[in-house]
């Protein structure tokens, strides 16, 4: 069964870290673009990085430059976003995504066809 699993989600202070993983299951990462992207209630998805598996690729968000790193262990076929210097702002439910175009120009919802089921992550003190 080709699906992607989001994990790591969950409550920290502003400042705090937290590492997302997103693991795919019946299809290999390496000619995949994975992207993350996060939505808040009432407010747009947004993208907040995306990974290319077969160049390495990277696209982060301005807001999260410097703070996230998204990055992939291929033993694992997982993508993970180590997230630093959380912000209050930063809560959003998390969402990875992938597309089989091989790399990207822009880190774009639309172009992405397999999504996982989101985990939540709270910023709050």
């Known amino acids: 069964q080709v699906q992607l699993v989001e994990s790591g989600g969950g409550l920290v202070q502003p400042g705090g870290s937290l590492r997302l993983s997103c693991a795919a299951s019946?299809?290999?990462?390496?000619?995949?673009?994975i992207g993350w992207f996060r939505q808040d209630p009432g407010k747009e998805r947004e993208e907040v990085s995306c990974?290319?598996?077969?160049?390495?690729?990277?696209y982060y968000t301005d807001s999260v430059k410097g703070r996230f790193t998204i990055s992939r262990d291929t033993d694992k076929n997982t993508v993970t976003l180590q997230m630093d210097s959380l912000k209050p702002e930063d809560t959003a439910l998390y969402y990875c995504?992938?597309?089989?175009?091989?790399?990207?120009?822009?880190?774009?919802?639309?172009?992405?066809?397999?999504w996982g089921q989101g985990t939540q992550v709270i910023v709050a003190s």
């Open positions: 995504a992938a597309t089989q175009f091989k790399t990207f120009v822009l880190c774009r919802d639309a172009d992405f066809d397999l």
């Open positions: 019946g299809f290999t990462l390496d000619n995949y673009v």
């Open positions: 990974f290319s598996g077969y160049d390495g690729t990277t």
